[in-house]
């Protein structure tokens, strides 16, 4: 089968899918790597995903048919229009998420939107777009969904004679602040509505807009009620635009970082995710400036290939990185016991095998050596204080 005529097509001087690959092919003149998906006509043209992370845009897991892009001679496939974000609303009517897994700090979360125009390749919640009857590649970056009642749900449920209060996380899954947030300031009026019921509250962002609300931050910090994490996987910028294309510079965040220090308002860094011979080598350097920003406590998160995830983190590697993809997935498979992900709890984080106990060690000591998580902050409910629902107005007028 010969490689679809939708693949990559005169990339940019410099781009680094220009640079030959002299890794071996296949009797078909394919290289080994290569996926089902990469041929069947998902793979978009440079210009058409310009800004964005993912290569493809297969159909998600659930779709009981595929369409293929195909040129007939025609080049009907040079007039298709570039990929633009487009916003639909999420009419949602719960926005506290549970959880029962015993491997996080968390057992109940918040996501003001779905999908992430941040564009990050590696992240484990694009297989999430696959319920929508989306693309968990291009179409998660593209396609986004916003929750706009999310703050007064958010009051109803927090005002529920039921609830007790712990520490609710705000990006663990997309990120509340990513560009959209700007227009939606859902966010915004998120911590407005914790803020006054002094609820704590973790956050982890790539954002430098999460400066925007420093002020709401700030008050919530005087009682021990909130924490920023901002999550740094590279020093290198270009690493970072082919990478995450839509988020933060790596200086930009480390300036959030220092800046949300100054206004009191506890932070950590994530070196996350940490991708064997891709980013693996700057950890040390990535804490030391973590610390000149201010921080005082870090994680880290060992790379994970969830479903779609794979294919598209391997679609990456070969547009970017040809020379590294094998030896990439050989250091992977070393750390998920020869498979490409382990997804059971205790080692989806960490790995395991020895280059993930490297890993582990090589983070531990440099935390140390640097006076990193010497102390753990831990938030504070005693504050809170339940909204009072609408309903008690009533109590105006007599029994």
């Known amino acids: 089968m010969a490689r679809s005529p939708t693949a990559l097509r005169n990339p940019p001087a410099g781009d680094p899918a220009s640079r030959p690959d002299s890794r071996p092919k296949d009797d078909a003149g394919l290289r080994p790597a290569d996926e089902i998906s990469g041929l069947l006509g998902v793979a978009v043209d440079f210009e058409r995903r310009r800004g964005r992370g993912a290569v493809s845009n297969a159909a998600g897991r659930y779709e009981p048919t595929a369409r293929i892009a195909f040129d007939d001679g025609w080049r009907s496939l040079d007039d298709l229009p570039p990929f633009k974000t487009t916003v639909a609303l999420d009419a949602t ?31 484990f919640a694009r297989p999430t777009h696959a319920y929508l009857g989306l693309s968990p590649g291009l179409d998660f970056e593209s396609r986004l969904f916003a929750k706009p009642d999310a703050p ?30 700007r227009r939606y300031q859902i966010m915004r009026r998120i911590l407005e509505v914790l803020d006054r019921a002094s609820h704590p509250v973790g956050i982890v962002t790539k954002s430098a807009l999460v400066l ?9 910090a005087q009682r021990n009620l909130v924490k920023v994490a901002l999550s740094v ?8 635009r082919v990478m995450e294309p839509r988020a933060a510079t790596p200086m930009r965040r480390l300036e959030t970082l220092r800046r949300l220090n100054q206004a ?15 980013n693996d080598m700057e950890i040390e350097r990535i804490l030391d400036a973590a610390v000149l920003a201010g921080v005082k406590e870090a994680g880290y998160v060992l790379l994970r290939l969830p479903l779609e995830v794979r294919d598209l983190f391997r679609q990456w590697l070969d547009a970017n990185f040809p020379d590294r993809a094998d030896k990439v997935f050989k250091l992977i498979r070393e750390t998920r016991g020869g498979k490409d992900y382990d997804a059971n709890w205790g080692a989806r984080m960490s790995g395991k095998g020895p280059y993930a106990w490297l890993i582990g060690r ?23 204080r339940p909204p009072k629902p609408a309903t008690e107005q009533l109590s105006l007028f007599g029994d």
């Open 93 to 123: 009517r719960k926005i506290i998420t549970r959880n029962q897994s015993p491997d996080i700090g968390f057992d109940r979360s918040i996501n003001p939107y779905r999908g992430c125009e941040h564009g990050c390749i590696y992240c």
């Open 152 to 181: 007064e749900l958010l009051e109803r449920e927090l005002a529920l004679p039921s609830y007790e209060p712990k520490v609710i996380a705000i990006g663990t899954n997309t990120d509340p602040y990513q560009p959209i947030e």
């Open 212 to 220: 925007r609300d420093i002020d709401i931050l700030a008050r919530m």
């Open 233 to 240: 996987t590279t020093l290198d910028p270009q690493l970072a």
């Open 264 to 278: 009191g308002i506890p932070t950590t860094v994530m070196v996350a995710p940490i991708i064997p011979a891709i």
């Open 362 to 384: 090589r983070f531990q000591l440099a935390c140390e050596k640097r006076g990193i998580n010497a102390r753990k902050l831990k938030l504070s409910v005693d504050s809170y």
